[in-house]
């Protein structure tokens, strides 16, 4: 199954037997906010609380069961870089 937001260049990360990946790009002018859920085992797609600040081009990482996003670029085509890192927590 695809993203039902289809964007490229999200961050990506595995937590807890599911893959969440937040924000991206696409040709919209400013970044996507939107963070989704894959339940591998069932193979659906729900989508979670949003970024704060859209964002593509970050980098993700799970650290003590909270996913962390970082950096990555606001608008399509590279700007405005961010320099700023949020905070997931899956569940809340």
């Known amino acids: 199954n695809g993203l039902p937001t289809p964007t490229a260049a999200g961050g990506l990360v595995e937590l807890g037997g599911d893959i969440y990946y937040f924000g991206g790009e696409s040709s919209q002018d400013l970044a996507h906010d939107a963070t989704q ?7 659906t797609w729900t989508i979670e609380a949003p970024l704060q600040r859209g964002r593509h081009g970050s980098g993700a990482v799970v650290i003590d069961g909270k996913i962390y996003v970082a950096a990555g670029s606001g608008g399509r085509g590279g700007g ?6 949020e905070v997931f927590t899956p569940g809340q």
């Open 37 to 43: 859920r894959l339940d591998i085992p069932t193979g």
């Open 80 to 85: 405005p870089e961010l320099s700023s890192t």
